[in-house]
């Protein structure tokens, strides 16, 4: 018979995070992204890619009294100089569009900008356990940002398209969405 931590190893983990939260917006996808990482999945580097007080201001604020388990396999934050670049643009891009609902916001967006790091769907990267969860943070926390998502492009693709629309520059080979080869890679399921 199989038990629910041999089916989703990181339950157990979710569930203490939970026990130890405050209830805040965001606490139940950063428990996700928490317990996703103390297992061994997602992308996110040591500390979700926060700097080591904005993570441990995170802990005590959202999570107080959590114990960290131990990390299995620790990611060095070390991006090469363009990636610093990017992250640093998407860093800004999400907090222009921030709800101002609660301080999370602010360590969301930095921990967004490095799940875009890595190469897999965003909401695997962070950890998250659906694309819904991935859609319903991008909601809560950037509004106004998500909003323009209408199409339901893949939330990576659409950060990065509007980074290069900011820029004035258009990836795109065709005129509509529609008409563009690269179509189903920008659009459809994530599984």
Same mark, same amino acid.
Request: some cysteine.
């Given at each position: 018979?199989?038990?629910?931590?041999?089916?989703?190893?990181?339950?157990?983990?979710?569930?203490? @995070? =939970?026990?130890?939260?405050?209830?805040?917006?965001?606490?139940?996808?950063?428990?996700?992204?928490?317990?996703?990482?103390?297992? &061994?999945?997602?992308?996110?580097?040591? &500390?979700? &890619?926060?700097?080591?007080?904005?993570?441990?201001?995170?802990?005590?604020?959202?999570?107080?009294?959590?114990? /960290? +388990?131990?990390?299995?396999?620790? =990611? +060095?934050?070390?991006?090469?100089?363009?990636?610093?670049?990017?992250?640093?643009?998407?860093?800004?891009?999400?907090? /222009?569009?921030?709800?101002?609902?609660?301080?999370?916001?602010?360590?969301?967006?930095?921990?967004?900008?490095? &799940? !875009?790091?890595?190469?897999?769907?965003? @909401?695997?990267?962070?950890?998250? @356990?659906?694309?819904?969860?991935?859609?319903?943070?991008?909601?809560?926390?950037?509004?106004? /940002?998500?909003?323009?998502?209408?199409?339901?492009?893949?939330?990576?693709?659409?950060?990065?398209?509007?980074? !290069?629309?900011?820029?004035?520059?258009?990836? !795109?080979?065709?005129?509509?969405?529609?008409? !563009?080869?690269?179509?189903?890679?920008?659009?459809?399921?994530?599984?």
């Amino acid at each position: 018979m199989l038990t629910n931590a041999t089916v989703n190893p990181r339950q157990p983990l979710y569930e203490q @995070w =939970i026990a130890h939260s405050r209830g805040l917006p965001n606490d139940d996808a950063l428990a996700q992204m928490l317990a996703t990482h103390y297992s &061994g999945g997602g992308s996110l580097p040591t &500390g979700l &890619g926060l700097i080591p007080a904005d993570f441990a201001a995170l802990l005590h604020r959202r999570f107080p009294g959590a114990l /960290l +388990p131990a990390t299995p396999h620790p =990611i +060095p934050l070390h991006w090469d100089l363009r990636l610093l670049e990017e992250r640093e643009e998407l860093v800004k891009l999400l907090q /222009l569009h921030r709800a101002e609902q609660d301080e999370s916001e602010v360590w969301i967006s930095t921990i967004i900008a490095a &799940g !875009c790091m890595s190469s897999d769907h965003l @909401w695997q990267d962070l950890g998250l @356990w659906s694309r819904r969860e991935l859609s319903a943070l991008m909601v809560r926390n950037f509004p106004a /940002l998500a909003a323009k998502n209408d199409r339901d492009m893949k939330w990576k693709k659409f950060l990065y398209k509007q980074l !290069c629309q900011q820029e004035g520059v258009y990836l !795109c080979r065709a005129p509509a969405c529609e008409l !563009c080869a690269d179509y189903s890679h920008c659009f459809g399921p994530e599984d």
